[in-house]
């Protein structure tokens, strides 16, 4: 699409510091059965990069997509030299938001996909509420091997290993958000929760958790690559130990805790 498209059915917000795997993830958007409009939208965190595997992808793009890059040469987080406290974009993942050209939006990172099935499960689950949200499996960022399904960690309001302590979860990858529904909601992922900057996604849930209505797919239809660092990787650990599940190389060596 070229011009001025009018609204999309659908806009997809990856914020990328032009990892490797961002090809990847656009890929898997422009793979979507989804049969109505898609608008992808990309923000560059002000990183120096290779930008020219954003040409090829450009030409590659469906007739019923469209894909927009928003590309500030600084950063919006203030771990880069920026003022908002989310160390991941700072203020891009809003700023995205409110940018996009369509009534629903969904968050994808640069280092994960979709599956095909993704934004039509998603679309067809906020009909009826403000906000949805759908499963993940879980992958060696390593080795891109599937895990298991997330069945702990981000499943939903009340759910899960965080259901008791913090009132569950859902990662914002796993989402679709009316942002006119939920417009005072979206600000929220701009600010950490922790003094390192984390948190963010926390806030957001927290805030569509409780002003907002939702809706779910029941189904895993997002691939969460899991990296050396994190510091979810010691429970993410001792649950998949607890399935049963070998673990990747690189995450034998943590402290495994055992989940509730």
Not at 28 to 41: D, E, K, M, N, Y
Not at 55 to 60: M, V
Not at 133 to 145: A, H, I, Q
Not at 201 to 229: A, K, M
Request: one cysteine or more.
């Amino acid at each position: 699409m070229s011009g001025n498209p009018g609204r999309f059915d659908v806009a997809v917000l990856i914020r990328t510091v032009l990892r490797p795997t961002l090809p990847a993830a656009v890929r898997s958007i422009f793979a979507q059965q989804f049969p109505g409009t898609v608008q992808i939208l990309v923000g560059i965190d002000a990183v120096d990069g290779d930008r020219s595997g954003i040409a090829a992808l450009h030409r590659e793009c469906p007739a019923r997509m469209r894909l927009d890059v928003l590309d500030f040469p600084y950063s919006t987080s203030r771990h880069r030299g920026g003022v908002y406290s989310n160390r991941t974009g700072g203020a891009l993942p809003v700023l995205l938001a409110y940018a996009a050209t369509s009534r629903y939006v969904v968050y994808l990172d640069d280092d994960n996909w979709a599956a095909p099935n993704h934004l039509q499960s998603l679309r067809h689950a906020v009909e009826g509420f403000e906000w949805a949200y759908t499963l993940r499996w879980l992958v060696d960022g390593e080795s891109d091997r599937l895990l298991c399904v997330d069945e702990w960690e981000s499943v939903g309001p009340g759910r899960g290993g965080f259901a008791a302590r913090a009132g569950g979860f859902v990662d914002p990858n796993c989402m679709i958000i009316d942002k006119l529904a939920c417009h005072f909601a979206i600000p929220w992922f701009a600010i950490a929760l922790t003094d390192d900057g984390r948190g963010a996604d926390r806030h957001l849930f927290n805030c569509l958790t409780e002003r907002h209505s939702v809706g779910w797919t029941g189904q895993p239809t997002v691939h969460y690559r899991i990296r050396p660092g994190d510091p979810m990787n010691p429970w993410r650990a001792g649950y998949l130990a607890k399935r049963g599940i070998e673990l990747p190389d690189w995450l034998k060596g943590a402290s495994a805790v055992q989940p509730d």
